[in-house]
């Protein structure tokens, strides 16, 4: 089964940008549609980002629609979410998640393997 490892959080200014990287084990990674979720202090955990097993199908949060982008790498087993023009309001633990072929929407439960999370914090 994958595992899945976050990286690349930290504390940036807003205005500026970091990319968080999610390391996925396993051979069976490009089986796996993938999301990126975000949770802040005191609040439910939220969908920001998807992306389909080879990368043709994309969707995000209205939140930060034209600010973040996902990615990945099957070769790498590594899905990505670059984010610009972060603001305090973006600051969460973010966590990826993946998704098994034949389950659908972004909720949480269509996602069953998840990562523990990297801290972003963006301060004004």
């Known amino acids: 089964q994958v595992q899945l490892v976050e990286s690349g959080g930290g504390l940036v200014q807003a205005g500026g940008s970091l990319r968080l990287s999610c390391a996925a084990s396993?051979?069976?990674?490009?089986?796996?549609?993938m999301g990126w979720f975000r949770q802040a202090p005191g609040k439910e955990r939220e969908f920001v980002a998807y992306i389909s097993q080879y990368g043709s199908s994309k969707s995000y949060a209205d939140s930060v629609k034209g600010r973040f982008t996902i990615s990945r790498d099957n070769a790498k087993n590594t899905v990505y979410l670059q984010m610009n023009s972060l603001k305090p309001e973006d600051t969460a633990v973010y966590f990826c998640a993946a998704r098994p072929s034949g389950f659908y929407g972004n909720a949480e439960v269509a996602y069953n393997i998840w990562g523990q999370g990297t801290q972003v914090t963006v301060s004004s």
């Open positions: 396993g051979r069976t990674f490009s089986s796996y549609s």
